[in-house]
């Protein structure tokens, strides 16, 4: 039987990701998936299932670092798949961040195989719901990447989740801004009587990641005008937050 150290040891080596190197023709996903369409509503439980997508590209371990939002909800279960990584496992949760480490000492795993699942709780709608990714080839050495056999992250794409929430009191507060053109391609107007009221303007891609925060809010004629020529053509999360941490969302399809 393996001692723990042995195992840390032997994890270690295996989670030295250098994130310099990448095999470009040999690559493993990170797919993420919930089993809830959104708007989703305060008490509302939600499975977030996590895999590695490999097809015939060899690796030893996953390592994952997940941010989320546990003022919008809370982590009530995570189960580990032992199926492929069942020999080395390490969970680490904490409010707000769930650290993972699992592999495989022996044998190489390729194919599709589930990491873990985990069951959230909405806990409160005054904000979307994000549950991202922190990448080790962005520098964080506890981040998610997939190790080979020779201690390369070989991750090729993991994707993020953003779900946005719904209530009285948002329904409310959308009702006091209206959003045009859409489809755009040049500048974006909010239209609103309420400018004095509003914390923070932010865009976020599909996949959850904010792209751009507003703090500095001006208003011309109850308008205000956020350009976007610089956003690549897709589809994109606006997210309104009052100084009372109201929530208005609204999607926009940038066209080019």
Do not use: W
């Amino acid at each position: 039987m393996k001692t723990l150290k042995s195992i840390q040891i032997k994890m270690f080596l295996l989670l030295t990701l250098v994130s310099s190197i990448h095999l470009t023709a040999q690559t493993v996903d990170v797919v993420a998936n919930v089993d809830v369409v959104p708007p989703v509503t305060v008490g509302q439980t939600f499975t977030y299932t996590l895999q590695a997508v490999a097809g015939t590209t060899p690796y030893r371990v996953v390592q994952v670092y997940l941010n989320y939002n546990n003022s919008a909800i809370q982590l009530n279960s995570l189960t580990p798949d032992n199926t492929d990584l069942n020999e080395i496992q390490n969970i680490t949760s904490e409010s707000g961040v769930i650290r993972y480490s699992a592999g495989s000492l022996s044998n190489d795993v390729t194919g599709t195989t589930t990491v873990f699942t985990a069951v959230f709780e909405v806990v409160a709608a005054t904000e979307n719901i994000l549950i991202t990714h922190d990448l080790a080839s962005n520098g964080n050495p506890n981040g998610t990447g997939v190790g080979n056999s020779s201690g390369i992250d070989i991750i090729g794409s993991a994707n993020n989740i953003i779900l946005a929430t719904l209530t009285t009191e948002e329904n409310n507060f959308s009702e006091s801004f209206s959003v045009f053109p859409n489809p755009v391609s040049d500048v974006l107007y909010i239209k609103t009587n309420t400018a004095s009221e509003i914390k923070n303007i932010s865009i976020h891609s599909i996949d959850g990641k904010r792209i751009q925060q507003i703090e500095d809010i001006h208003t011309i004629s109850n308008q205000i005008a956020i350009p976007v020529q610089h956003l690549e053509e897709a589809l994109y999360f606006i997210t309104i937050t009052s100084i009372e941490n109201e929530v208005a969302n609204f999607k926009i399809l940038i066209n080019q």
